[in-house]
T-cell receptor, first 114, second 115 residues
Framework: TQLLEQSPQFLSIQEGENLTVYCNSSSVFSSLQWYRQEPGEGPVLLVTVVTGGEVKKLKRLTFQFGDARKDSSLHITAAQPGDTGLYLCAGARDSGGSNYKLTFGKGTLLTVNP | GAVVSQHPSRVICKSGTSVKIECRSLDFQATTMFWYRQFPKQSLMLMATSNEGSKATYEQGVEKDKFLINHASLTLSTLTVTSAHPEDSSFYIC???????????FGDGTRLSIL
């Protein structure tokens, strides 16, 4: 079983602070995706990283894929209350040539206080 | 616009009832869809992979006779929770992807509450 260890599980910070969320695994993933989920809704894709060492930026969010494609991080600069939500990392593993399966981390519940 | 439509969004019913949840791919044909279950403030757990025209593939520990999956067309998969009990209460979410190299798109989920 390919596990994704996501940390921290809970994070409560003040508006304007920076934060980093980590996802680590002992296994290699073909790609890794980050999602944000609000209560009562499905996850919404933020980014997909595919290449080892890849860095992608989405406004104040910076995503990095480890060189060995086993870990990833999400860094948020100057967090705002609107960033509050459950952040999920998910690693994709090939399931025999057909559509891949996603293995989800446990999620990071972020609260940004005004 | 939405890529995936999931219906109903919320169901409240008595113990022993069977409940059907629909997942529709709106933008593309999907030979494969995925069904997840999520408990409050927890992550998504893959339940099964729904395959168009063939049997679903269930993850370890998921009862296939309890959670019936039908993928009769390239745009529709259904999950039926048979003889539901309070412990089946959860948030059920489906996802679709146009192909292996594309990310999955998730429905808005179905909140199932069994009394």
């Amino acid at each position: 079983t390919q596990l994704l260890e996501q940390s921290p599980q809970f994070l409560s910070i003040q508006e304007g602070e920076n934060l980093t969320v980590y996802c680590n695994s002992s296994s290699v993933f073909s790609s890794l995706q980050w999602y944000r989920q609000e209560p009562g809704e499905g996850p919404v894709l933020l980014v997909t990283v595919v290449t080892g060492g890849e860095v992608k930026k989405l406004k104040r969010l910076t995503f990095q894929f480890g060189d060995a494609r086993k870990d990833s991080s999400l860094h948020i600069t100057a967090a705002q209350p609107g960033d509050t939500g459950l952040y999920l990392c998910a690693g994709a593993r090939d399931s025999g040539g057909s559509n891949y399966k996603l293995t989800f981390g446990k999620g990071t519940l972020l609260t940004v206080n005004p | 616009g939405a890529v995936v439509s999931q219906h109903p969004s919320r169901v409240i019913c008595k113990s022993g009832t069977s409940v059907k949840i629909e997942c529709r791919s709106l933008d593309f044909q999907a030979t494969t869809m995925f069904w997840y279950r999520q408990f409050p403030k927890q992550s998504l757990m893959l339940m099964a992979t729904s395959n168009e025209g063939s049997k679903a593939t269930y993850e370890q520990g998921v009862e296939k006779d309890k959670f019936l999956i039908n993928h009769a067309s390239l745009t529709l998969s259904t999950l039926t929770v048979t003889s539901a009990h309070p412990e089946d209460s959860s948030f059920y979410i489906c996802s679709v992807s146009p192909d292996t190299n594309q990310p999955q798109h998730f429905g808005d989920g179905t909140r199932l509450s069994i009394l």
